[in-house]
């Protein structure tokens, strides 16, 4: 702890960081080299570096944050500034799963606020604090562009769509209970260490992991279905097994009566347009180049 001249603590730690254990450290700096190998600028390696140490401890330590420093020759206030800029780096031991309950606008008024709530009752937790067993942190996250599946929880990063109170109980439940639990899309779960060794930029080598990587599914491909003109697919909404979009079975709005052929664009917006005519400067023509 650093002092003050009359011996009053501060109350924050000091570096230099205690060191890995050798071992510990060969093995890091094997992995950190094949990192450093990938990126013509060695710096460009520290958010992979970061992911690498977290995947030791479950957190960024100090110890970590030294390492990145020695290997990439960087200061450690330089290191800490990108590690505590970035969410995904914890900063104290958190448990093997992450459960993020996204809270951001369209989930909260979907049920996120609810679910949060539920689960902060449910665990005896609150906002970043691990449950007893050590398995399970609960977290607000933001929003994970997933709105189209609102309202959205996370675990260690992988999606789990659609949720209400009671599914994300049971999520829970079974975190704790060390029960199979598959994401709604995405590669099977694996704990947060796991998370962070894939996410340094190893290969996910569980069998089945990088077939089982799957889409978001079609509700966000509506969007750009009816873009292209197509009518758009009836969706049944997973949660109540009923219809969930307005205009299913039918033809956009702006549709025109007959398909239109798969070149002509609908819209003035996505069509190519001449520089003369999107430039109020220059409304027809070509424009001469200077001294012709
Ligand atoms: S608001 Fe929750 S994923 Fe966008």
Known sequence: MTTTPEGVSLGMPQLPAPDYPDDVRARLERDAAEIVARYPDSRSALLPLL???????????????QFCADVLGLTTAEVTAVATFYTMYRRKPSGDYQV???????????????????????????????TDDGKV???????????????????NWEFFDNQTVDSARQLVDDLRAGARVEPTRGAPLCTFKETARILAGFPDERDGAVEASGSAGPASLIGLRLAKGEAAARVVHPRDGGPHDEPQDRAPRDAAPHEPPAAEHLSSHDAPQDTSASDPAHPAGPVAEEGE
């Open 137 to 155: 942190t609960l977290e607000h996250i933001e929003c994970n562009a997933a709105c189209d599946f609102a309202p959205v929880v996370m675990v």
């Open 51 to 65: 992911h690498l140490v977290q995947s030791e401890e479950g957190h960024v330590t100090r110890t970590g944050m």
């Open 100 to 130: 993020g309950v996204c809270t951001n606008t369209l989930c909260a008024v979907m049920g996120g606020d609810a679910i949060f709530e539920a689960l902060q009752d449910h665990l005896g937790v609150g906002n970043g604090e691990t």
